[in-house]
């Protein structure tokens, strides 16, 4: 099974950027080449929604509709780290962000990354 470890959050100003990783430590059976990825987040006070997935090879990916643009996901398979950059942030991107296996919200996830964006 799985362990996924996100990491990269904290507080940031406003306009700033954050660059969050997730790195998968591989058990039996699991291989983070073959498997797409995801990012959810839950914003303080509302559940827990998908925001974006990437296909294994990183050619294909999806993003929830208002995030597009200034958000972007990356991977290195021989890492075994998927990335999310976040650009532009507002304070509604005040979440706990989680990496998760699989295409969706439905797959292991770690236990996430706080970004917190205030003055």
């Known amino acids: 099974q799985v362990q996924l470890v996100e990491s990269g959050g904290g507080l940031v100003q406003p306009g700033g950027s954050v660059r969050l990783s997730c790195l998968a430590s591989?058990?039996?059976?699991?291989?983070?080449?073959?498997?797409?990825m995801s990012w959810l987040r839950r914003a303080p006070g509302k559940g827990l929604e998908w925001i974006a997935s990437l296909t294994a090879d990183g050619s294909y990916s999806k993003y929830l509709k208002f995030v597009e643009g200034p958000f972007t996901m990356a991977r290195d398979n021989a890492k075994n780290t998927l990335y999310r950059q976040m650009n532009n942030l507002k304070a509604d991107d005040t979440a706990t962000y989680y990496c998760?296996?699989?295409w969706g919200k439905g797959g292991t996830r770690g236990p996430g990354t706080r970004v917190t964006v205030s003055e």
């Open positions: 591989a058990g039996f059976g699991f291989d983070f080449s073959s498997n797409a």
């Open positions: 998760a296996e699989g």
